[in-house]
Each structure stands twice: as structure tokens, then as C-alpha cells.
């Protein structure tokens, strides 16, 4: 460890200089490193492993891995001297073989997020048990690259979305302006049109390359049949052999993400469904395409207004009522109907009679608003209607912005697919992200027993019920650093180091959140906090641990210094290196966080 001098020059005039000593072992890992050394200068490779199985629960550890990881922590060590040569900076002297690690060796592997990270890096649940039994990474008008209103439709952001791990694509499909093509935009708006060719192109081009488990493309169908014949025969023509096709219609339940692997399916509703929604006359018709006509970003039809058509959301509907009307005697198409594996349907009438559970299994498409005023009366039978059916639900229209919901709305009714704008950045997507990161990160996270079944009562879960702590979460934030590397001398204080904090809060049902945090230290670089806080938690399994890093400012909004949200189940105790990850979700290069998790 060594001491760094910061100077910083004042109003141009004179130097302002901060000599900061770079960071050594908390007291508490000076503790574990006596205990599990048995007091020597070094800890070995068995007695390594003891601490791996002991403090840190990793109970598959074996001597061989402790003698790999000591071997990579040295070579890291190396690495690191080495550029340190390169900067005119002395190191220590090559120690040659080593059987252990010194404290400070084994300090510097708890701060390494490659061999400690918070989570396991593998998928670990069951991928055996039908769709409807998973949270599924799901993405909103997946196609467009800004804003509802008047971005540009591009397969950009579905590539993007597809390298993040998102599964589940959204297309809006509508007749070119010849009525001889099919494009892909966001109707009865300014957005610029894509081809739907070059949509499913590069969707199978990038389908696989963060998850080897199925991708789901919904289709919001405003097409005549003859053009859903050209979108079956273009679907089958690019995705050949990758494209799934459902082996029972009606489908009694569906297949398992383990039996679907590197496959693709399609979702939309049925064909026969085309024109059902009657409650719009011709004159209502004629009013629609009036508006259309005459719509800008400031006044749009196209978004969620008070227009409803069967209690539901215009945005989003599965209905084509700006087509000709020459559809009416067209047939429905059986290449295209044959492609469907998840049939997909809006509320019809009560709400109560969608969430009935009787025969084939099927999508229900709900808004955030329309989810939340049916979860006052039909909570319980939300949840039970996704036991084995798939509730999809997608922002309000009036979020022209490409905002956000809290997905939590979604997922504790049992939500399969929780659709969120991709496309932007806050909060909401960091908790998708965070969820997310669950199950070695394939996009794929198998729901808690309560959510797929009934409770000994006989009960269906309810999340507004006030329900008891089952788990208490230990959160120890000691230390980070990263941010000397990462960022520029001035980025957070023009005139003096940075005066970091850490916040660290529970989002999950409403009983479980919660909010705190750290002490600021001043003008320092390496900031080291030493605070513990206590999380109690009636639903750990659907909580995370958000974990946001500030630089205090008195006069104007503080600095965002990196962020994280981590899923709580998916904790591994004891020490841990948490890496932290900038505003739009991309890992920042340096910055992490030494904390320590403890249960009971």
C-alpha cells in the first residue's frame, strides 16, 4: 500500500495538495485472516479452502481451487506490479513459488470480482419446469431507439437488448405504405419505419449470444391475412430450423425453457381474432383516422388514453381497426396461426373472467394501470392465474418518454413478463437488471413456490398482506475504490477529492422496502466507511439490494458514482467484491465495493 498526492489548483492562482494513503485490510478481515491462518504470515492453499467453505458458504470448494485461486491472485498481483514498472513506480521484489497468501495478497483477492463476486456466475435453477414458472427478461416496443412518439425504428436497440440477455422481443407490425410489405414501427405516430426482414434477420443473428434459452418474439398484428401469410412465410424462410413450433394445439401447458434451448417462438393472438374488437363504430373508426392524420409528438393517438376498446389500453391492443375493410371476408391464415406457440388476448369484459383458469394455457396483456387496479380486488386471483398461464404487463401510454414502472408491480403477482422500455436508463431498469443477474444471468429465473402454487391453507399469495419476517440480511460496507481510475482528476469536485457516500435499500413488496445510508467521507478517493446495517424481510425472494454510490455536493444535486442492484436469494455471504455499473447498466471498469452479507 502507498500514499498518493492529489493536487488540485484554486481560482489559478495556487495549489491545493492531498496526500491520501491507499487502503489497508478492515479489522475485520485482519480477524478472519488470523483465524483461518492460524496465526501465521500466511494463509495456505487447505486452509483457504476452509475459509471458502467456513466464512464464505462456497461448500463445493475444493483444495485444487484454492491452490487455482491463490495461483490467479498472484498472477494478478503480477499484472498489476508490472504496469506499476511501467509508470516509473518501484515494486516489490518476485517472492518466486509461493504456497500462500499473505494478508495483503489475501486482501487484494477479496477485492477481486472475477473470483468473489456476489453472485455465481452459472445457471443453477431448475429449467425443467413449463414457461409460466419463470420471470422472463422482457423488453417494450423492443425496435424503437427513443422516445414513443418520433424516434427512429432501427434492430439497434433489439441487438443491444438481445447482448443484454433480454428475451423476450416486441415487434408492432403494420402494412407498409403499398400495403405489400410488412414494416415494423410504432403505429399512428412519427416514428420512422424498419423492415420486418431486417428485424427477424438480425434477431436470429444475435439471438444466442448472451443465453443459449429461448427467445419470444410477441407480434402486435395489425395486418391483412395476405400479409400474414408473407410474415409466416419470411418467419419460416430466416429462422428455419431454430423456429419452434407448439406439438399439441390447444396447448394444456408449456414446454420448458430446458427443452427449448436456442430455439425461437412466436406469441400474438390468434388470426381468427382479427377484427373482434366491435365496440368502435364505423364513425368511431373514421374519427381514429382523422387523429391519426393530424397527430404530432405533443398530441398523439397513439398512446394509452381514455379511448378504451373493451376496458383496455388502445397502446398495445391487438386489434386493426385502421385496416381496410375489405379483411372482414378474407380467411384467417393457417401458416400463420401454425407458428403461434403462446396465444395472446387483451380483457374481454370483467376482468375477473380473463383471470378464470379453465383449459389451454394462454398470454393476458395488461397495462401497469389496468394490473394495479386489478390487483385492489382480484389480487389472489392474478397470482393464481399465473400459475400456469403468462401474464404480460407494459407501460402506461402517457410514458411517451420511454419511462419507466417499478417492475415489483408486476413480478409479485407473479408476472412472467414485466415489459420495460429498454431503450433508456433509472432506476426501473436497474431493478430489471438486478433481477436479472439471478440464475447466471440467461434471462431465465424460476419463480418462488408461492407464486406457483397454493400454501398448506390452501391460500394464494398476497402480497399486500402483512406477512412475517422470515430473514434478516447483514449488509457491511468497508470500503471502494476504482473511481481514481475510472474517472477524471475534476469530474466530482473541480478544486478537492471526492466526498463519497453509499446508499443501500430493499426494493421488493411494500413491506420490505427499505432505505439507508453511509457516513460521508471527504476528499478522498478510497473512501473507507466500516458501517453495517440490518434488513428484516417477510419476501426475501423477490427483494433486492440496491446499492447506489453519491458524491455529496452542498450546492447543487449530488454526483452519481455507480450503482448496483443484486438479488437478494442470490447473495453468497461473507466477504464479497461488488463491482458497480454506470447510469445506462454498463460495468464500469474499475469501480467496486468491499462489502460483507450475513443471514439469519
Not at 37 to 46: K, M, W, Y
Not at 150 to 168: E, M
Not at 302 to 316: A, H, M, P, R, T
Not at 468 to 474: E, M, N
Request: hydrophobic residues 30%; aromatic residues 10%; proline residues 6%.
Amino acid at each position: 500500500m502507498g500514499t498518493f498526492t492529489y493536487n488540485f489548483k484554486m481560482f489559478k492562482c495556487f495549489n491545493r495538495k492531498y496526500a491520501i494513503t491507499d487502503q489497508s485490510p478492515p479489522p475485520d478481515v485482519k480477524d478472519v485472516f488470523a483465524t483461518f491462518s492460524d496465526g501465521a504470515t500466511s494463509i495456505s492453499a487447505e486452509k483457504l479452502r476452509w475459509f471458502l467453505v467456513d466464512h464464505q458458504g462456497e461448500m463445493e470448494c475444493t483444495t485444487q481451487d484454492s491452490e487455482q485461486i491463490i495461483d490467479n491472485v498472484l498472477r494478478s498481483l503480477k499484472r498489476t506490479q508490472e504496469k506499476e514498472n511501467d509508470s516509473g513506480v518501484m515494486s516489490e521484489s518476485d517472492n518466486g513459488v509461493q504456497q500462500g497468501l499473505t494478508l495483503d495478497e489475501f486482501f487484494h483477492f477479496l477485492f477481486l470480482d472475477d473470483f468473489n463476486g456476489p453472485l455465481k456466475s452459472q445457471v443453477h435453477h431448475d429449467m425443467n419446469a413449463p414457461l409460466s414458472h419463470y420471470f422472463i427478461y422482457t423488453g417494450h416496443n423492443s425496435y424503437l431507439t427513443g422516445n414513443q412518439l418520433s424516434s427512429d425504428c432501427s434492430d439497434v436497440p433489439i441487438i443491444k437488448a438481445l447482448q443484454r440477455g433480454v428475451r423476450v422481443i416486441e415487434l408492432d407490425l403494420w402494412p407498409n405504405s403499398t400495403r405489400d410489405d410488412i414494416d415494423v414501427v410504432h403505429g399512428r405516430t412519427l416514428t420512422t419505419p424498419i423492415s420486418l426482414t431486417q428485424c427477424l434477420k438480425s434477431i436470429k443473428e444475435y439471438a444466442f449470444v448472451k443465453s443459449e434459452y429461448p427467445v419470444i418474439i410477441t407480434l402486435e398484428d395489425h395486418l391483412t391475412p395476405d400479409l400474414q401469410a408473407k410474415v409466416a412465410e419470411m418467419t419460416t424462410q430466416i429462422f428455419g430450423d431454430m423456429l419452434y413450433y407448439p406439438q399439441t394445439d390447444p396447448m394444456v401447458e408449456f414446454p420448458t425453457p430446458e427443452s427449448l434451448k436456442c430455439r425461437i417462438l412466436i406469441s400474438t393472438k390468434q388470426p381468427k381474432e382479427f377484427l373482434e374488437c366491435k365496440q368502435f363504430k364505423d364513425k368511431e373508426i373514421e374519427r381514429e383516422l382523422a387523429e391519426e392524420g393530424s397527430s404530432s409528438p405533443g398530441h398523439s393517438t397513439d398512446v394509452e388514453s381514455e379511448e378504451k376498446c373493451n376496458g383496455s389500453d388502445l397502446d398495445d391492443q391487438e386489434d386493426s381497426i385502421a385496416l381496410d375493410k375489405k379483411t372482414d371476408q378474407q380467411g384467417s391464415t393457417p401458416e400463420y396461426k401454425r407458428l403461434i406457440t403462446i396465444h395472446a388476448g387483451k380483457p374481454k369484459g370483467h376482468i375477473k373472467d380473463s383471470l378464470k383458469v379453465v383449459g389451454s394455457v394462454k398470454r393476458l396483456s395488461l397495462s401497469e394501470q389496468e394490473l394495479e387496479r386489478a390487483s385492489v380486488s382480484h389480487g389472489p386471483d392474478i397470482v393464481r392465474f399465473t400459475h400456469k398461464n403468462i401474464l404480460r404487463v407494459y407501460p402506461k401510454g402517457t410514458r411517451v418518454n420511454s419511462s419507466n414502472y417499478r417492475p415489483h408491480i408486476g413480478w409479485m403477482y407473479g408476472a412472467q413478463m414485466v415489459a420495460l422500455n429498454m431503450q433508456g436508463y433509472g432506476r426501473s431498469l436497474w431493478f430489471m437488471e438486478g433481477m436479472f443477474r439471478s440464475n447466471g444471468g440467461c434471462g431465465y429465473v424460476k419463480k418462488p413456490v408461492f407464486l406457483l402454487e397454493r400454501d398448506p391453507q390452501n391460500e394464494t399469495f398476497d402480497p399486500k398482506r402483512t406477512l412475517p419476517v422470515t430473514k434478516t440480511l447483514k449488509v457491511k460496507v468497508y470500503m471502494g475504490n476504482g473511481w481514481s481510475s475510472d474517472f477524471s482528476k475534476t469530474h466530482f469536485d473541480a478544486f478537492s477529492p471526492p466526498d463519497f457516500y453509499t446508499k443501500v435499500c430493499i426494493v421488493g413488496v411494500p413491506g420490505d422496502i427499505a432505505n439507508k445510508k453511509t457516513k460521508i467521507i471527504p476528499d478522498n478517493w478510497f473512501p473507507v466507511w466500516d458501517e453495517e446495517f440490518e434488513f428484516p424481510l417477510s419476501v426475501p425472494e423477490l427483494a433486492l439490494l440496491r446499492i447506489e454510490v453519491r458524491e455529496y455536493d452542498k450546492h447543487e444535486k449530488d454526483d452519481f458514482g455507480g450503482q448496483t442492484c443484486l438479488p437478494i436469494s442470490e447473495l453468497r455471504p461473507g466477504f464479497r467484491s461488488v463491482p458497480l455499473y454506470d447510469q445506462k447498466g454498463e460495468k464500469l471498469k474499475s469501480v467496486k465495493l468491499l462489502m460483507r452479507f450475513q443471514f439469519r
